[in-house]
């Protein structure tokens, strides 16, 4: 791959065998990404409508991302392991067995990928505050592909997005990375080591510019929420 490559970032596919409600969606996504023809497809979590419940969404969700026309890259999502454990009640929270499912049927949740100047990392958020092992060696694997990307720009790639409009935000809805993990963030954030921050899980389409780094967030490829804003924050 050049410094040109043409890279795709799509997000909340939500894909199912057993509830195919969003494949339709996803046959037009695959036409239309088949006719660009992209060097790298990134997904952005909530690979599978209910993964974290159903290993078989899982196992289906990689078989559709496998028609992909290119070379792909995920992180998971609460659809596919669990919800953030902090916010969670036990029976939606992210679990070492839910995880373990994931990597078995996708692969491996956080990771560093070159393409062309930039270094992309992939981050699972959902084990963020969880006190699992992984959760620790996540960090460490960031500080170190942070510290030995040379002279790549460094994009980060998770699907809870960090901060609304900053990063020193109270978050009162617990939609965003909670306060702990973007501390640990803002490290690299706030030390001008991350250029763009890629997410899904909103189902909004936003390019924003916060604290001097891009954030944008991907819509969900499977449906439009909330057009009303009737019951969902109004985050712009």
């Not at 006719?35 to 409508?49: F, I, M, N, S, T």
């Not at 501390?183 to 001097?212: C, F, N, P, W």
């Amino acid at each position: 791959m050049t410094d040109s490559s043409f890279i795709a970032f799509i997000s909340d596919p939500h894909l199912s065998a057993d509830r195919p409600f969003f494949q339709f969606n996803w046959e037009i996504l695959l036409d239309e990404l088949s006719q660009r023809q992209p060097d790298l497809v990134l997904v952005g979590g909530d690979l599978a409508l209910d993964g974290a419940n159903n290993p078989s969404d899982l196992r289906f969700a990689r078989r559709q991302l496998d028609r992909l026309p290119c070379q792909w890259l995920a992180v998971p999502g609460n659809h596919d392991i669990g919800d953030i454990a902090k916010s969670a009640v036990p029976e939606t929270a992210v679990s070492e067995e839910r995880r373990n499912r994931y990597l078995e049927a996708i692969g491996w949740d956080f990771w560093s990928f070159d393409v062309g100047e930039w270094r992309i990392i992939g981050l699972n958020s959902m084990i963020l505050t969880s006190g699992f092992a992984a959760e620790a060696e996540q960090e460490k694997f960031l500080a170190d592909a942070i510290a030995e990307a040379g002279s790549r720009r460094i994009a980060l790639l998770s699907h809870m997005a960090v901060c609304d409009v900053a990063l020193s935000e109270f978050d009162k809805t617990g939609w965003f990375m909670p306060a702990e993990s973007r501390a640990m963030l803002s490290t690299y954030l706030l030390g001008g080591k991350v250029e763009l921050v890629l997410s899904g899980d909103m189902h909004q389409s936003r390019d924003r510019l916060i604290d001097g780094v891009r954030h944008v967030w991907a819509p969900s490829t499977a449906f439009v929420t909330d057009m009303m804003e009737e019951w969902r924050p109004k985050f712009g």
